[in-house]
């Protein structure tokens, strides 16, 4: 098993930028894909961003040019900055990672507020 846990969430003015941080432990040798959902309210969780073991990174339309992920080689943290922030990426962030075996742990989620 992996356990995930986030931090860096918070209140930013439109504009602003925050960085979020997942911990990784556990089984993380057979991590396969570190990613960052957002849900927000009313609407379905949707991907942001991912990377793989090998550090590729992948991103949606809407985070494209704003928001960079990165991890360790050691596959322990994942971070995401996000820049430029919008009303519109208000939501709650999860951290999500697939292991080689198929199996997806997702962590408790961390809140970003963005509002003037």
């Known amino acids: 098993q992996v356990q995930l846990v986030e931090s860096g969430g918070g209140l930013v003015q439109p504009g602003g930028s925050l960085r979020l941080s997942c911990a990784a432990s556990?089984?993380?040798?057979?991590?396969?894909?570190m990613n960052w959902y957002r849900q927000a309210p009313d609407k379905r969780r949707e991907l942001v961003a991912s990377i793989t073991s090998t550090g590729i990174p992948n991103y949606t339309d809407s985070a494209k040019g704003r928001f960079t992920i990165s991890s360790d080689n050691a596959k322990t943290t994942v971070d995401l900055q996000m820049n430029s922030l919008k009303p519109e990426d208000t939501a709650v962030y999860y951290c999500n990672v697939q292991t080689s075996f198929g199996f997806f742990y997702w962590g408790q989620g961390t809140q970003v507020t963005v509002s003037s």
């Open positions: 556990g089984s993380i040798s057979s991590i396969y894909a």
